[in-house]
């Protein structure tokens, strides 16, 4: 009987794309991670002034690293395998192009 459940459980986790995203702040630096174990690429926008994309490397544990040379605020969305992908985070706002982004705030 578990085995369905489970079986459902990971479909609907799978179709969900990528699950979750979370930070750490070191030495100055903010390193932004995005789990995302099945995508072949992952980058990090920076929205400002100008975009700035950040490649994200894969980690050991199968997740994305991005690190930011900055611990100030900022804005920002994923481009995972090409496209936008905004994850859920606790701060959000409206751009001008009409988009959400992210916003990480210390």
């Not at 979750?20 to 630096?29: F, L, M, P, Q």
């Not at 490649?55 to 936008?84: H, M, S």
């Amino acid at each position: 009987m578990k085995h369905p459940i489970v079986a459902v459980l990971a479909a609907v986790i799978m179709a969900g794309g990528c699950s979750s995203h979370y930070h750490s702040v070191r030495d100055g630096h903010v390193d932004v991670y995005l789990k995302a174990p099945e995508v072949q690429s992952v980058s990090l926008v920076i929205s400002g002034d100008t975009f700035e994309q950040v490649p994200a490397a894969r980690t050991l544990l199968g997740d994305w690293k991005a690190t930011i040379n900055k611990t100030c605020e900022f804005r920002y969305f994923y481009l995972v395998d090409g496209k936008v992908y905004l994850p859920d985070c606790r701060l959000k706002e409206r751009d001008d192009f009409g988009a959400d982004n992210c916003i990480y705030s210390p």
